[in-house]
T-cell receptor, first 115, second 115 residues
């Protein structure tokens, strides 16, 4: 079974530029999460999708961050314009909803550096 | 709202000894699950163990066990016979069984195994 795929693995951009990250979840997983993990901290949930609908985006900075999950499969997270404090690892995870003991599976993450 | 608290930023343990990583949580959900993940320096999030809030017995997976005390809202991870490869960040997380199934993480504990 293929895992959660994320690209790119690394990205360096200048502040005020835009950037996009891509995630392909495990086949059949209806729930998709995007987390931001700043160095030395725990993952912070940015947005959660169930199929192609947003379940929770309460911690997404909507003035600069956007995310979509067209057709309920792949997802894209965009930052425009980027700030220095956006430097972090962006983790995508997926899970199968409705089954209590099902863990979320994570991709390798995208390490973003804003200079 | 869910909250996970990990009060140990870092721990040093001698190889072959057992170690307990602390986790307390707060939630108003009647049914929920608790997870532990390991994050090595390579960055991937590796699922270790799961405990359901209504499980009668503490979960075990190989050298990992979960000391679940529901009344105290604690879910400590116990690693027996620690190995050098156990050196990593460890995150406690919780997910409600109903509603939006939001997955919330703690701040993590960095475990270092000393030879």
């Amino acid at each position: 079974e293929a895992g959660v795929a994320q690209s790119p693995r690394y990205k360096i951009i200048e502040k005020r530029q835009s950037v996009a990250f891509w995630c392909n979840p495990i086949s059949g997983h209806a729930t998709l999460y995007w987390y931001q993990q700043i160095l030395g901290q725990g993952p912070k949930l940015l947005i959660q999708f169930q199929n192609n609908g947003v379940v929770d985006d309460s911690q997404l900075p909507k003035d600069r961050f956007s995310a979509e999950r067209l057709k309920g499969v792949d997802s894209t997270l965009k930052i425009q314009p980027a700030k220095l404090e956006d430097s972090a690892v962006y983790l995508c995870a997926s899970s199968s909803p409705g089954t209590p003991n099902t863990e979320a599976f994570f991709g390798q993450g995208t390490r973003l550096t804003v200079v | 709202a869910q909250k996970i608290t990990q009060t140990q930023p870092g721990m040093f343990v001698q190889e072959k000894e057992a170690v307990t990583l602390d986790c307390t949580y707060d939630t108003s959900d009647p049914s929920y699950g608790l997870f532990w993940y390991k994050q090595p320096s390579s960055g991937e999030m590796i699922f270790l163990i799961y405990q359901g809030s209504y499980d009668q017995q503490n979960a075990t997976e190989g050298r990992y066990s979960l000391n679940f005390q529901k009344a105290r809202k604690s879910a400590n991870l116990v690693i027996s016979a620690s190995q050098l490869g156990d050196s990593a960040m460890y995150f406690c997380a919780m997910k409600s069984d109903f509603g939006n199934e939001k997955l919330t993480f703690g701040t993590g504990t960095r475990l270092t195994i000393i030879p």
